[in-house]
Every structure is written in C-alpha cells, then in structure tokens.
C-alpha cells in the first residue's frame, strides 16, 4: 500500500516561490510509475499541474509550464515541486498522486496541502 | 485543449435510486486514456474507474463506466449514502490531463 504525504509552507508571500514535497512510502520513487501533481482551488474543481518519471523526465501543463518544477529525490524517496512567481490564483490544495501502472488514472493520493499565497 | 463538460452540474436523487453522471468531451479520445473520481469534502478524490470502463481495486460493482469518443458515462445503480460526493471525470491526451469541472451527487 503506497502512502503519499505532501509538506511545505503553508505561506507564501506574492512573488514567491512555492516549494513542497511529497514523502512516498510503502513503495518507491524509482519504480515503473509516473508522479503527478494536482491543485485544487478552495470550492473549486482540479488541475493537473504536471507529471515526473523517477528519470527526471517532465511533462507539464502548458498553463504553468513557465514557473513550474518538479523533481524525484531517490535517495529520500520523496518528490518535489517548485512554482515560482505565485499570486492569490495559486492558492490551492496541492496534491500528489501516482499513475495506476499502464493505465491512465490516479490510484494513491497524498491527503493534500493547503497553500495560501497572500501578504 | 481538450476540453471535458460535465452533465448535470449537480444531480439530486434519494438513496437507492439510479445515478448517472455525464463526461463530453471536446474531441474524440481513446477509451483507455478516461477515469472517473468520486471525492467527498476535505478528502482527495478517489479513483473509480479507469479505461473508461474498469472499476479500481476495491470499488464495488455498483459503480460502471461506459462510452466511447467523446461521450463517457458513470452510472451508479442503487446509491448508497456515503456515495453522495462530487464525481470528476479525466482524459489524457498530447502528454496533458484534463478534468472535468464535476458533477455534485446531493441527497434528496
């Protein structure tokens, strides 16, 4: 049973960077999977931020591409985002999740982490 | 971009009644790269079904997929109470994922 935790500040100033993590346990970084990051709005619905492979390799929504990155720590088996530039619009409960093996969907979800970008 | 419209915004019904949910799509996709997610308040959402049609470990054989193209389906055949949530469908396609904005299951 893999478990997902997402940590970070739960702060951030305007301009700023944003920067958290995701523990992974009960399985590995380096597994045959891909890693997503989605946000959700307060009341509103989900965006797919992006997605990394435990290669480093990226694929991202072109609506953040600019100010996003993601990572894969192997040797702490966690998973890393990074969104610079941030106003009140990311404000949003960021969670990470893992791709079903060979399929498309979502199998494991972080319990997510409430991100407030304001002054 | 591919765009996924949600049908009905929101859907009243009373437990033990039929729910069907609809997913349109802008353009049409394969099957395979379709899910559904059902997420209840202050909890991430939960995989449904994946392929359009198959149901994810332990979700039980009341929740059904169906569709093809630009046109999916979430059928739930007797509501139980703890199936009232709000329920996203998900394409892939061109390395992106979309959602759709989600339909709102409320009790009667």
């Known amino acids: 049973q893999v478990h997902l935790q997402e940590s970070g500040p739960g702060l951030v100033r305007p301009s700023g960077t944003l920067s958290l993590t995701c523990a992974v346990s009960?399985?590995?970084?380096?597994?045959?999977?891909?890693w997503s990051w989605v946000r959700q709005p307060p009341g509103k619905g989900l965006e797919w931020i992006g997605e990394?492979?435990?290669?480093?390799?990226?694929n991202y929504n072109p609506s953040l591409k600019s100010r996003v990155t993601m990572s894969v720590d192997k040797s702490k088996n966690h998973l890393s985002l990074e969104v610079s530039s941030v106003t009140a619009a990311d404000t949003a409960v960021y969670y990470c999740a893992k791709s079903i093996a060979g399929a498309i969907g979502f199998d494991y979800w972080g319990q997510g982490t409430l991100v407030t970008v304001s002054s | 971009e591919i765009v996924l419209t949600q049908s009905p915004g929101t859907l009243s019904l009373s437990p033990g009644e039929r729910a069907t949910l609809s997913c349109r799509i802008s353009?049409?996709?394969?099957?395979?790269?379709l899910a559904w997610y059902q997420q209840k308040p202050g909890q991430p959402p939960r995989l449904l079904i994946f392929g359009a049609s198959s149901r994810a470990t332990g979700i039980p054989d009341r929740f059904s997929g169906s569709g093809s193209g630009t046109d999916f389906t979430l059928t739930i055949s007797r509501l139980e109470p703890e199936d009232f949530a709000v329920y996203y469908c998900?394409?892939?396609?061109?390395?992106?994922?979309?959602f759709g904005q989600g339909t709102k299951l409320e009790i009667k």
């Open positions: 990394v492979y435990h290669s480093g390799t990226t």
């Open positions: 009960g399985g590995s970084v380096s597994s045959s999977n891909w």
């Open positions: 353009q049409s996709i394969s099957s395979s790269n």
């Open positions: 998900q394409q892939y396609g061109g390395s992106l994922y979309t």
